[in-house]
């Protein structure tokens, strides 16, 4: 069974180009979360998602950002126009019904 | 709003010492506590999880302990090695969705 996979591990984008970062949570896993995680901080809660419905997106910033779990397919973190205070590592993790969160090996994207 | 604190920030010893990271919560209404390994530009790899009916786990050379009452739990590394170097990090689950809330994490550094 492999483990959560996470696409593009590293991201390198211009000011004002957009993001899109991958999430495949493992098989059998219908709960995805996001985190991110700023330089030389821990990492905070964006959103959480169940197939198809954004359950909590309460720590997501309300512009530019967005995230969805489609029936088929990854989830995807997506951010509008990028700015320099987006660089970070983004973290995704999965799991069953509940109980432990399995992360992934983040993407780590750069803001030029 | 939880707030996880991990003291002290940063630990440095020489090999085959025990480590102590300390890890407090202000919520102690919490469904699990996790400890994560972070390696430098990685991922996080789960090293022990308590469920908040639990005392303390125990896996090999580390042992965590967990007092909800007081909110706070203790992560023991037996016999520390220089492989022990990284980033550990603190995270509580909420009951309801289980999105966790993570402390800023201890960076352990071994010295041969």
């Known amino acids: 069974n492999a483990g959560v996979m996470q696409n593009p591990r590293h991201l390198v984008r211009r000011r004002g180009q957009e993001a899109r970062l991958r999430c495949s949570p493992m098989?059998?896993?219908?709960?995805v979360y996001w985190y991110r995680q700023l330089p030389e901080e821990g990492l905070k809660f964006m959103v959480y998602?169940?197939?198809?419905?954004?359950?909590?997106e309460s720590g997501m910033p309300k512009e530019r950002f967005s995230a969805e779990f489609p029936k088929e397919g990854p989830s995807i973190l997506r951010i509008q126009q990028v700015v320099r205070g987006d660089s970070a590592a983004y973290f995704c993790?999965?799991?069953?019904?509940?109980?432990?969160?399995?992360f992934g090996p983040g993407t780590r994207l750069t803001v030029l | 709003k939880q707030e996880v604190t991990q003291i002290p920030a940063a630990l440095s010893v020489p090999e085959g010492e025990n480590l102590v990271l300390n890890c407090s919560f202000t919520?102690?209404?919490?469904?699990?506590l996790q400890w994560f390994r972070q390696d430098p530009g990685k991922g996080l790899t789960s090293l022990l999880l308590?469920?908040?009916?639990?005392r303390e786990q125990t896996s090999g050379r580390l042992n965590a302990s967990l007092d909800k009452s007081s909110g706070r739990s203790t992560l023991y590394i037996a016999a520390s090695q220089p492989g022990d170097s990284a980033t550990y990090l603190c995270?509580?689950?909420?009951?309801?969705?289980?999105?966790?809330?993570f402390g800023a994490g201890t960076t352990v550094t071994v010295r041969a």
């Open positions: 993790a999965s799991s069953p019904l509940a109980d432990t969160q399995y």
């Open positions: 098989k059998g896993h219908s709960h």
């Open positions: 998602l169940q197939k198809e419905n954004i359950i909590d």
């Open positions: 919520d102690s209404a919490i469904y699990n």
């Open positions: 308590i469920q908040s009916s639990q």
């Open positions: 995270a509580v689950g909420r009951g309801d969705d289980y999105k966790l809330s």
